[in-house]
């Protein structure tokens, strides 16, 4: 089945800092998907990028389907960004297949 | 507010007890879903509905069943509750074979002693 790797697994950053993170899956899809989990363990649809790059405020999201990876940028860091963030992919079934996930600190 | 609503919030069972997660969509979506995730894991399926009227089982199905009431209705129930099946429970739903409009609701704390 397909895998989804996430790096890196933890990331600490000071409020203000600009951040990357990587989603690297192991076959071709055609959907894609970005989540973050607040410290209170709330789940929020970030992006649903199957190809392209998408914008929304301080966040965007590259996915390059033909290499199998795609990118989430933060840029201004604010505490309020701190969380878990996953990505997902569907497998043949349709269902989520769902990486371990980045945890990001943003120190004020 | 459109979303998707889970109820109890937090629940405490005694070993052997059952009961039923309720979980309702308004977006009128085809698909719906429950999820457990366990300290500092990642969300793993327990059972889905593609849509009204059927069920499948996902990653980690065994000592739950789930009812698929109506289009806006999912609900997860335990039979006999284990230790085992300490975790947060989420419901999400989306629109059948995308991702897009993918939502989840606020989840259950669920601790069985």
């Known amino acids: 089945g397909i895998q989804v790797e996430q790096s890196p697994p933890d990331l600490i950053l000071q409020e203000g800092a600009n951040s990357t993170l990587r989603c690297n899956f192991s076959?071709?899809?055609?959907?894609l998907q970005w989540f973050h989990q607040n410290p209170w363990g709330q789940l929020i649809n970030l992006f649903y990028?199957?190809?392209?790059?998408k914008q929304n405020g301080r966040l965007s999201a590259t996915t390059v389907a033909t290499e199998r990876y795609s990118l989430l940028y933060i840029s201004s860091s604010q505490t309020t960004d701190s969380g878990v963030y996953f990505c997902?992919?569907?497998?043949?079934?349709?269902?989520?297949?769902w990486g371990a996930g980045t945890k990001l600190i943003i120190k004020p | 507010n459109a979303g998707v609503t889970q109820t109890p919030k937090f629940q405490v069972l005694k070993t052997g007890q059952s009961m039923t997660l309720q979980c309702a969509q308004d977006?009128?979506?085809?698909?719906m879903y429950w999820y457990r995730q366990d300290p500092g894991m990642g969300l793993r399926l327990i059972y889905y509905?593609?849509?009204?009227?059927?069920?499948d089982k996902g990653e980690v199905p065994n000592g739950y069943n789930v009812s698929r009431l109506n289009k806006r209705e999912f609900s997860l129930r335990l039979e006999s509750a284990a230790p085992s099946q300490t975790s947060v429970y989420f419901c999400?739903?989306?629109?059948?074979?995308?991702?897009?409009?993918?939502?989840f609701g606020s989840g259950t704390r669920l601790t069985v002693v």
């Open positions: 990028i199957p190809s392209g790059t």
């Open positions: 509905s593609a849509s009204e009227g059927t069920t």
């Open positions: 977006m009128n979506h085809n698909s």
């Open positions: 999400a739903s989306s629109e059948a074979g995308s991702l897009d409009g993918y939502t």
């Open positions: 997902a992919v569907p497998d043949s079934n349709y269902q989520l297949i």
């Open positions: 076959d071709s899809v055609n959907n």
